[in-house]
Nanobody, 127 residues
């Protein structure tokens, strides 16, 4: 089974940028729908971005135009470039995977669809 490890979180001021990385134990580009989720205490885990085996990316409305999901297949790393960060982006960010060639918009609200998770990396944005 694939293993995921996130890194790159930290503290930034509003308007700043961070790049999160998700290192995977195998090449996920041909087999998995990959996603980033985030969660704050007391709230449900929400999907932020997805990428399927065809390279198609999807974003939740609140981050579209500010976040960019990409992958380096040679290094088995998934990236989430976050620009124009806002205090409401503060959360623990998780990388997730499910064996599926395609992703789906509805999966942004269905974290249980994903079988594999990393431990998370904290992002804090101050105003």
């Amino acid at each position: 089974q694939v293993q995921l490890v996130e890194s790159g979180g930290g503290s930034v001021q509003a308007g700043g940028s961070l790049r999160l990385s998700c290192a995977t134990s195998e090449d996920t580009s041909a087999k998995y729908c990959m996603a980033w989720f985030r969660q704050t205490p007391g709230k449900k885990r929400e999907g932020v971005a997805q990428i399927d085996v065809y390279g198609t990316t999807r974003y939740t409305d609140s981050v579209r135009g500010r976040f960019t999901l990409s992958r380096d297949g040679a290094k088995n790393i998934l990236y989430l470039q976050m620009n124009g960060l806002k205090p409401e982006d503060t959360a623990m960010y998780y990388c997730a995977a499910v064996v599926s060639s395609m992703c789906a918009d509805v999966w942004f609200t269905l974290p249980n669809v994903f079988d594999y998770w990393g431990p998370g990396t904290q992002v804090t944005v101050s105003s």
